[in-house]
């Protein structure tokens, strides 16, 4: 499966033998962080924790096509009406 990251590469660094520092994001956490700084309380839930990610994607929104169908994780929202988000990907 082919993972969803970020690469934070905004610090220039300009000692070339000091080793640079990258942090790997999957897609939800990115998403987390994002909806944590407009104000809403939310939090990543580890890919592959959760039931639902193990059910089947298909439904009559993403059609009954045979195309991979591939989870992106979940973000748990709190003090909200909806509780949890799961991002999926068609390919």
């Known amino acids: 499966m082919i993972e969803a990251h970020t690469v934070d590469t905004s610090h220039s ?3 070339a033998e000091e080793p640079e ?3 790997i994001e ?6 987390a962080s994002q909806m944590n700084k407009i104000g809403m309380n939310v939090e990543a839930v ?4 959760l039931n639902l990610e193990h059910e089947e994607y ?5 059609g ?3 195309r991979f169908i591939t989870n992106r994780g ?4 709190k003090d909200k009406e909806v509780n ?8």
């Open 58 to 62: 298909y439904n009559n929104d993403i």
């Open 21 to 23: 520092t990258i942090k």
């Open 64 to 66: 009954s096509n045979p």
């Open 74 to 77: 979940c973000i748990k929202i």
């Open 46 to 49: 580890p890919i592959g924790t």
């Open 13 to 15: 660094h300009e000692d």
């Open 84 to 91: 949890m988000i799961q991002i999926i990907q068609r390919y």
């Open 26 to 31: 999957n897609l939800n956490e990115t998403f």
